[in-house]
């Protein structure tokens, strides 16, 4: 019983050893690691360092044992020790089996641009690469990475636009840019610059001072969008460059042109006014509170006969009123074409800002209705009344000049009275 008892003993250490060899057989092994084209080790003294806010490659070569396969397995790099950051890529799965037990996996890594580092100095983290099967087995290696805090890094933080994702072509585009300074130097003369490309349309504006980790957010970048532009999706791109003009960092955003509709345009509502009539208008007018401004009208008749318009606007009553002139009904004779004005007044009340209003074009029983905008600016109430104290002032003075004049009329006169009163009585007196 005795030598029974031992070789069963044994046989279990035997299955017990060949469990933990399948086990070791089983397991991949990561055979290097590479950064940018650079091997690591994982004792330290890695000689990569990194930079805030740029991108790099990491190339992981794994090898699983011949006899076992890995299946469903996955890569996993991640950066740790960087706070809230969420500094990871994973790859797909992929199999390791026999006649393919080896493979090569690229994963790309991006810094955060505020990824905390020592100032001058720099940071240390760690570079943690995982393999992962779908049984849960997993290996990881980890290695020693710096990054490096450099003395110039400015980035950008925002892009800001007015209107904010959408502009009418024939208006302006304002951009506004929020600029970071994360070096420990300051910057002098950062030179920020927003473009589209394809109008061939830029602006441009300076930064004198920026300290070192601090914000700053650029004057409104002005550009005016080309009128009768196609509608669609543009880039917008946004240059910031530093150092001395020798650093740059761009950053691509995109806005959206509508149809400038002051340009021609066919009318699409009804099958015969979509055919035969085309409008011609100013869609955006600036006017002052207080005053008036003329939206021309032009309809152009392409049909074979005369058609009779019918010119309504609607939308107005709150802020201002309105006239068409010479009549709001006008007859187009064929391939004929003729213009009808809108006045539009502002209330001398009216808030500034833009105000919309309709445009209704009837034709039978067809009809059209054209979205207008009045902007309103500050009236003229301070130049009148300027103007009015001014007419003041000078009316005064002429009244004063007339009452001296007055005065100096009457004292000639009195003094002219008292000279023929002393000839008569000169006259009357007797000489002895």
């Known amino acids: 019983m005795g030598m029974n008892k031992l070789l069963l003993t044994f046989l279990l250490v035997a299955v017990m050893c060949t469990g933990i060899v399948a086990a070791a057989d089983n397991t991949p092994e990561i055979v290097w690691v590479k950064l940018d084209g650079d091997e690591l080790s994982e004792t330290g003294g890695n000689a990569v360092d990194l930079v805030r806010g740029e991108e790099f490659e990491v190339k992981v070569k794994v090898e699983a044992a011949e006899l076992v396969p890995w299946n469903d397995a996955q890569i996993e790099v991640t950066i740790k020790g960087s706070h809230n950051d969420d500094i990871r890529d994973i790859t797909n799965t992929f199999d390791l089996k026999e006649g393919d037990h080896t493979k090569t996996k690229t994963l790309t890594l991006t810094l955060p641009d505020d990824l905390d580092t020592d100032k001058g100095k720099g940071e240390e983290y760690k570079l943690r690469v995982r393999i992962e099967n779908r049984n849960g087995d997993t290996i990881s290696k980890t290695y020693d990475l710096f990054v490096e805090s450099e003395d110039y890094d400015t980035i950008i933080k925002d892009i800001i636009f007015n209107p904010a994702d959408r502009v009418m072509a024939g208006r302006s585009l304002l951009t506004i840019v ?66 001395d003009g ?28 979509a055919t035969e009539t085309v409008l011609s208008v100013p869609r955006v007018q600036s006017i002052s509170a207080g005053a008036g401004v003329v939206y021309p009208v032009t309809i152009s008749n392409q049909g074979g006969a005369s058609r009779t318009y019918t010119l309504a606007v609607s939308g107005i009553d709150a802020w201002g009123s309105y006239r068409v002139d010479p009549s709001n009904v006008v007859v187009v004779p064929s391939k004929g074409s003729k213009t009808a004005y809108v006045y539009v007044n502002a209330n001398d009340n009216a808030p500034q800002g833009s105000y919309t209003f309709a445009l209704n074009l009837v034709s039978g029983s067809e009809s059209k209705d054209v979205s207008m905008e009045a902007v309103v600016t500050a009236g003229t109430g301070g130049a009148a009344w300027f103007n009015v104290k001014k007419g003041l002032e000078i009316a005064l003075v002429v009244l004063v000049v007339v009452l001296v004049i007055l005065g100096l009329i009457i004292g000639f006169n009195k003094l002219r009275g008292d000279e023929s009163e002393e000839e008569e009585d000169t006259k009357g007196q007797t000489y002895y």
């Open 246 to 273: 020798d650093a740059k960092v761009t950053k691509m955003e995109s806005i959206i042109v509508t149809q400038d509709e002051a340009c021609d345009f066919p009318i699409t509502d009804g099958p015969s006014m």
């Open 178 to 243: 929020r600029l970071k300074n994360m070096g420990y130097e300051n910057e002098e003369g950062i030179k920020v610059m927003v473009e589209i490309p394809e109008l061939g349309i830029s602006a441009a504006d300076y930064v004198d001072e920026l300290d070192a980790d601090s914000s700053t957010t650029s004057e409104e970048l002005y550009m005016r969008i080309p009128s009768c532009v196609d509608a669609g999706e543009y880039d917008v791109k946004v240059t910031v460059s530093y150092d």
